[in-house]
């Protein structure tokens, strides 16, 4: 039996993210989608393109999950600790 989260049917602007690590295939794939990546020592900090939004998974879960659409189609599930503030990203085939 396959589980299939709900998802919610307000979309959030966002604008940015946190992510802990990121590969070189990574930066080179979220940049060919117009985001900005800061690194820091311990972070990455990516800024979205203008018109990104977040929708929530449901149901609510220790991690929060979302879906992050980009303006050009292009979508991502994020999984946001919420105790940590740090995000991971995953592609959606």
């Known amino acids: ?3 299939f989260p709900e998802v919610s049917k ?4 966002v604008s940015g993210l946190k992510l802990r690590d990121m590969t070189d295939d990574v930066r080179k794939q979220m940049e060919a ?3 900005t990546i800061t690194e820091h020592e311990t972070h990455y900090d990516v800024e979205l393109p ?4 977040r929708q929530e998974m449901l149901p609510r879960m220790l991690d929060m999950r979302y879906y992050l659409n ?3 189609g292009w ?3 994020e999984v946001h600790n919420r105790i940590a ?3 991971t ?3 959606i085939e």
Do not use: A, E, N, V
Not at 10 to 13: G, S, V
Not at 50 to 53: A, E
């Open 70 to 72: 980009f303006p050009d």
């Open 85 to 87: 503030d740090r995000s």
């Open 10 to 13: 307000q979309l959030l602007p």
């Open 33 to 35: 989608h117009d985001c």
């Open 89 to 91: 990203l995953f592609y």
């Open 1 to 3: 039996m396959y589980f």
């Open 75 to 77: 979508r991502l599930k």
């Open 50 to 53: 203008q018109g990104c939004t």
